[in-house]
């Protein structure tokens, strides 16, 4: 019989040549190589060998076998085959186990067994047979030992190589990672961190990003992949993935996250940290994936932000997305504004106050509560006004808008006006006075206006104590000019000025009120007192108490027989006004303006109560500040005012502006006519230099240059046609009351009748109120009389739309220049049928319009192009009249109409729009109605008003 040879016998005993070679080699048998033979004695030897060894393995294997998927246990033999076959597979099986500290280990096996060779070959040796026994068994083992991973490494080895064992329990699963990961242990990585579980590069195509960092706690970061290939190491660490693990969402990381993540399992996950783990865990079968779910937790979060961000919701654009989300909240509640008349406008609350000027128009408000002026267009035409944007609105108009929109709409006053318009150039009067101090000051004149009633003797009474005839030289006896002068008188003493303002009635000065100017300190009320008390006293009473200017009672005329001085007293007493001799304290004087009697005596008597109840002071050392009392235009001079300067002193060369007119002093004169140099406080002086002629009441003021002058006069200018334009639009005229009529406003036309001779008056009132025009309108004659048309009358055209019919008479200059401003209407006749004709034409305007209809042109219908942009086309050919854009049509098909009410929409020519079309050409037109068709005839035409016989 043959020798046997080692690999023969290796074979027979299921082992390696090796270790046949190896326990020979022990035994001291020389043999070279697997290929030797053996000496029977020494084969026998080796067979009794090997055949005990197998018979001891055997029955380790099936103690192992038995226990060991109850019980782990020999972890620690297991370990070498394992490692060095695939235990792998079987690995993540048992590694369910999730216990953070085996998995140390187990990420740490690659590096033991490296160090592991070494010592392998030696000890190994001796267990080789246990190890060949089975590669399965450790490798179920395996899985158990996991566990006690302190075991295997103090059994195996104590001391010092305990890293080593301590690698291997965690080896088989470290196998598995390597397994699963193609990669070794990553360079950066660091073996010995916690939460060394991270995913591998292996496991994922990502890798580890550069920037990670291995020692970090949450070094389990996301990992494209990771959620398969570390369920194992997950499974020991779920925590760090799910909690604070996973990095912030960044863009960064977004690509690989959205890249490998799933959608679902990342956006909503995210949160859990663990959901998206588990989604992927149970995805690869592993078992390990319930646990698993820490390390894709990780990834779960960026992917929350990666899914998110890609979704445009939470994750790193979260800050983003909630600031566009306010904007758009804004934006929400901006369209979600009211809406009035079809068109969103913000509500005011019904207090809120916007201050516009007079005259202000749709534009100016608009501005003020920030919304299109379109809107507020639209917004007064659903209240029934047709107005345009860019329209002066009198303040009821604002009222009724204010009161539809939630606002408290005011017109600032005329000083306000102005005050503002003085500010924009650093100027502020209030402010400017308010600063000046007690040595600024010096005492100034008194001004007083002379008032009563009409022949009381108020101009008679200026010329007296002026000295001048003035009224001689007024012809009609009805004072129709306004003046002011100075008087100097001596009083306790000393020589005192008083300066006069010559007004004829307390018109002027309550008109001058109206602008502002409060020049008047003090009135003179003049009553005859052989007439006594009549209704312009009263009226003068009124206006001066309402202004709160003392008043000095002159009773005039005490050298007329029948004069009765106490009598006017008595009468004044009701009214408030008490004689100081009566106990009150008003002073009374009795006068004779014609005689000159006790003149001096009224002039003290003023003095006194100027003394006694004001205090008249001003600064005489600044820029001027005045009223201009009187304006006209000199054919020889150009404008020329009479100003009253209330404080500052004004000189020659200075710059003005008074109201919208503006200039440089050219020259100054006194009330005698007389050149001055300069004039201050409380001073009537002529002024000429102005360009133009600035109204009565209008304020004066020294402007820094002429430039700053008119462009202050431009302002004012602006603002005072604004604010004209805005009473003219609720005035009335003969010629609106068409308009006025047919919008509903009036149903009755108002005049006021004011006549030469009370005759004249009568005659006219009652050949109008014959007519007979319709019964649709009435005539309204609210007032008549006999005279100059006054500013009374005005006020009361203004009042109730009335228009004011003269008849041989004409109005004040200043009066006509009211009316003008105040939009109301004035007709002069001299000739009575002229005045019934227009009257009767008027009201026939009133009457409301008869409209006819008037055919414009006809068309038929040859073709219909449909056009998804301007619906159907009805190609057509014109065969009479015109055809108009814009114009009513009709459609008619086989003689009936079949659609009345439409409209030419379009109207064109080839491929140009045009307004018309005339017979024998071609168009296409649109009627914005669809049901047309070929043979249809489409007729134009438009309402006409039809004249009235
Ligand atoms: N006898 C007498 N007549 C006077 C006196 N004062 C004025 N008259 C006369 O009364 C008339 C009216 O005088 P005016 O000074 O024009 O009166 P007025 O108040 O200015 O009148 P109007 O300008 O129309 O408002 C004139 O004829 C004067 O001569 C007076 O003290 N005695």
Known sequence: MAKVRVHQLAKEFGIQSKEVLAYLSEAGEFVKSASSTLEPPVERRAREHFAALTKSTAKTTQQADAPARPAPKPGPKADKPASAKPASPQAPKPGPKPTPKPEAPAAEAPKPAAPEAPVAPKPAAPETPAAEAKPEAPAQEAPKPEAPKPTPASSAKPGPPAPKPGPKPGGARGQGQRTGGKGGPRPGNNPFAPNQGMPRPGGGKGGPRPGNNPFAPNQGMPRPGGGKKTEGQGAARPRPGGAKGGPRPSPAMMPNQSALAQPKAGGRGGRGGARPGQTRGPGTGAPGAAAGGGAPGRGGRPMRGGTAGAFGRGGGRAGRGRKSKRAKRQEYEQQHAPMVGGVRVPRGDGSTVIRVRAGASLADFAEKINVDPAALVTVMFSMGEMVTANQSLDEDTFQLLGAELGYDIQIRSVEDEDREILEAFNIDLEAEEAAEGEDDLVARPPVVTVMGHVDHGKTKLLDAIRSDDVAGAEAGGITQRIGAYQVTVEHDGQDRAITFIDTPGHEAFTQMRARGAEVTDIAILVVAANDGVMPQTIEALNHAQAAGVPIVVAVNKIDVEGASPDKVRGQLTEYGLVAEEYGGDTMFVDVSAKQRINIDELLEAVLLTADAALELTANPNKAARGVAIEAKLDPGRGSVITALIESGTLRVGDAIVAGSAHGTVRALFDDHGLPVDEAGPSFPVQVLGLQSVPSAGDSLLVAEDSRQARQIADKREAARRAATLAKRRKRMSLEDFNEALRAGQVETLNLIIKGDSSGTVEALESSLLELEVSEEVALNIIHRGVGAITQNDVNLATVDSAVIIGFNVRPAERVADYADAEGVEMKFYSVIYDAIDDVEAALKGMLKPIYEEVELGRAEIRQIFRSGKFGNIAGSMVL????????????????????????IVSLRRE???????????????????????????IETFEMREKPRD
Request: one cysteine or more; hydrophobic letters at 35%; a negative charge.
């Open 880 to 903: 009479s009249g015109v055809i108009k854009r814009g114009t009513n049509a009709r459609l008619v098909r086989n003689g009936v109409v079949v659609t009345p009410n439409l409209e």
């Open 911 to 937: 491929k140009d729009d045009v307004t018309e079309v005339r017979e024998g050409f071609e168009c296409g037109i649109t009627l914005g109605h669809k049901d047309i068709a070929e043979g249809d005839i």
